[in-house]
């Protein structure tokens, strides 16, 4: 009986790699998105404004600076859709009440409590330990893949216990990096 020829899984390896990294992309994302008494621009970038008739991204009609440590200024690019601006900012879920000055607006962000402390610390490990579930499936389906070119004799048992490691490897240190996102997130969210 003749072996089926060799597989190369270095695309595999990659591929699974670079899943990995979306997925840490997308949890220091959803950190930024998190309001932890310091200001910045990204906590916006979901506020969509009707701009003549089209929904669309506050951040891209509006220049966003941080002036002060709590505070956000939203400079129109057109100050006639002020009072729509307002609005939409008013209709998002960031809670921050804007002011409006005539000419821009001001987001100052609330001191946060203790509670509120400890609140986004829990949102943020929860939001962490989502992100490593989703890294222990996509090991969960490169292990499977690694079994099924086992089975179908692409590759040897010694082999297959090789890839089984260096699968293993690249979760740890993905793993490592979340762990130190969150432990940088949780630094910034305890900062008084």
Do not use: C, W
Not at 35 to 40: L, P, T
Not at 46 to 53: A, C, E, I, L, S
Not at 126 to 133: C, R
């Amino acid at each position: 009986m003749s072996r089926p020829d060799r597989v190369d899984l270095k695309p595999e390896f990659d591929g699974y790699e670079q899943r990995l990294d979306k997925a840490i992309s997308h949890l220091k994302n959803e950190f930024m998105l998190i309001r932890a008494g310091r200001a910045n621009p990204q906590i916006l970038s979901k506020v969509t404004v009707d701009y003549y008739g089209t929904p669309t991204s506050l951040l891209s009609i509006a220049n966003v600076s941080v002036p002060e440590a709590r505070q956000l200024l939203v400079s129109l690019y057109d100050i006639s859709i002020l009072k729509d601006v307002e609005k939409a900012i008013l209709a998002s879920d960031i809670g921050i009440t804007p002011t409006n000055d005539g000419r821009a607006i001001r987001l100052v962000l609330p001191q946060l409590t203790e509670e509120r402390r400890k609140d986004l610390i829990k949102q943020v490990k929860k939001t962490a330990e989502d992100s490593k579930v989703v890294l222990r499936g996509e090991r969960g389906k490169m292990m499977d893949l690694i079994k099924k070119h086992k089975k179908d004799g692409a590759i040897s048992e010694d082999e297959e216990r090789q890839y089984g490691v260096e699968i293993q490897k690249i979760l740890d240190k993905k793993v490592e990096q979340i762990d130190k996102v969150l432990k940088e997130k949780e630094v910034e969210i305890l900062e008084v």
